[in-house]
């Protein structure tokens, strides 16, 4: 079954404000990687994190590994329509081989002007 | 530089007909995958390659899946006979190497329609 969970599975914004997405693991993270995929286009990176409890950002959006490295979220602030699309976790388990990422199914961002 | 390139774009085939679908990752990689990404879900990986060798291909439907990557570039993926449940995007993806911080670069994918 699917070892990388992730909810919200559906997230509808109104333009401006903020939200968060989580994703959470049934066992310990080598790393996890966000990636975003606009509609009807292909999942694009966006950041990986690796170390316990580090946060990183890009501009509005904020990125955070968990202490136990078992979750991670994406936070979005003042969100725009640019936004739009569905986030996704990948997480590589410290049981699996390199490269070998589990994705979740997803969060889809609707923004509404 | 150029991404991921695969083809064709779409393709509609009745159940129990063979389908390929092609991926030329990007120049220098030798880490290639192939990904299943059924609507509504994450995309899930079928095989791995590192060059012409397969890495993990335990998620690959093996009786009616196959892959290949003979010379270590570029990559065909085929279902034999495909099913209704075979409907989805392909996805192949490919990263230089097979170290953990290695991001995934993602083709366009092959979107499959089994009727």
């Known amino acids: 079954g699917q070892q990388v969970m992730q909810i919200p599975q559906y997230q509808h914004v109104q333009e401006g404000e903020d939200f968060t997405t989580y994703c959470n693991s049934s066992t310990t993270l080598s790393n996890i990687q966000w990636y975003k995929q606009r509609p009807g286009g292909h999942p694009v990176f966006l950041i990986q994190?690796?170390?316990?409890?580090e946060v990183k950002k890009q501009k509005r959006l904020t990125f955070q590994f968990g202490e136990a490295k078992k979750n991670s979220s994406l936070h979005i602030t003042a969100t725009q329509t640019t936004d739009v699309g569905t986030y996704f976790c990948?997480?590589?388990?410290?049981?699996?081989?390199?490269?070998?990422?589990?994705f979740g199914a997803g969060t889809q961002v609707v923004v509404t002007p | 530089e150029a991404g991921v390139a695969q083809s064709p774009r779409y393709k509609i085939i009745e159940k129990r007909q063979s389908v390929a679908f092609w991926c030329n990752p990007i120049s220098g990689h030798a880490t290639l995958y192939w990904y299943q990404q059924i609507l509504g879900q994450g995309p899930k990986l079928l095989i791995q390659f590192q060059n012409n060798g397969v890495v993990d291909d335990s998620q690959l439907p093996k009786d009616r899946f196959s892959a290949e990557r003979l010379k270590g570039v570029d990559s065909t993926l085929k279902i034999q006979p495909a099913k209704l449940e075979d409907s989805a995007v392909y996805l192949c993806?490919?990263?230089?190497?097979?170290?953990?911080?290695?991001?995934?670069?993602f083709g366009s994918g092959t979107q499959l329609s089994v009727l």
């Open positions: 993806a490919s990263t230089y190497d097979r170290f953990p911080n290695e991001k995934l670069f």
């Open positions: 994190l690796v170390k316990s409890g």
């Open positions: 990948a997480g590589l388990l410290t049981t699996d081989s390199w490269g070998k990422f589990q």
